[in-house]
């Protein structure tokens, strides 16, 4: 049974770590969460996302061309960086790069990236925290992976004691998403069984939560705050307009919830307003109002 509860009150965690397999998928599956809590509960709940991967395949050469052409913008390149961007990318014609050129500019992407998390961390109030994990490379598990997670873990279960994690769903599509929380879940729990709750999130991957456990309302500042967040990732808007989905998914999750509850009167009950997020949480149903 859901039953409302308000965020500023009832919240139990002390921190909150959002898992980003990509380093914008925080803000587009929590991003309402993240900002709702730096706003509302700032003085006794941490947030941290914890970006898995550099995410540097998702910038187009021509984004990052542009980039390093445009001397107006507060990028994140030296005066060398930009040169030599310019230089391999130029001239439209990238059979001539070496070895050496394909790293730079993979380390420029990822840099570029890494920026565009920063931006999205002022927006919604949390600590990044850049992990680079082989899943990127290799799509499996390995061991290097598992030190470095359970090494962050370790340093965020200070924060207090009760602490929240929250992940792709089982539902996901994605390779890196499913391997993301698979390594979560395999490291939380080998190293840290009985420290961490688990929520999982809904992504633009996955189809619509079944039956979602926890429901965020969002209004319509904290909405725009979302979107806001999500555009700050510029490279991933030139391939696919996310802040339109971010928008889209808010509205189809508050109109149709309570169809997918099966109760038709269920949204007027809960008064989830226009916007809402969801989350798989297999131990309590609420809504936070």
Known sequence: MITPRRLIEEFPYHV???????????????????????????????????????????????????????TTEDSPWTGDERERIVALLGDGRHD???????????RCRSK??????????????????????EIYYEHTLTGEDENKLSATLSKLR????????????????HQTHRLATELVRKVVQTRHAGEWEQWAYDSPWSPM???????????????EAKMEATRCHRSQLDRTPYAGIVEGTAVKTAAVLSESLGAFDVSRA??????????????????YG
């Open 96 to 106: 001539h790069l070496t070895h050496d050129d394909r790293d730079f500019l993979a």
């Open 270 to 287: 809960l008064d989830l307003g226009p916007y809402a997020e969801v989350f798989e949480n297999m131990t309590d149903s609420v809504v």
């Open 209 to 223: 939560m079944p039956r979602p456990d926890v429901v965020v309302p969002l209004a319509k500042d904290v909405l």
């Open 16 to 70: 909150v770590v959002v898992v980003s397999p990509h380093p914008d998928d925080s803000c587009i599956a929590a991003g309402g969460l993240l900002y709702r809590i730096s706003r509302e509960l700032a003085d006794r709940c941490q947030t941290h996302v914890l970006v898995m991967t550099s995410g540097h395949r998702g910038v187009t050469e021509l984004f990052l061309q542009r980039s390093a052409e445009d």
């Open 158 to 173: 200070t924060a207090g004691p009760r602490r929240l994690l929250i992940m792709p769903g089982r539902y996901e599509l």
């Open 112 to 133: 570029l990236r890494r920026q565009e998390v920063e931006r999205e961390a002022e927006v919604l109030g949390f600590t990044s925290h850049f992990l680079d994990l």
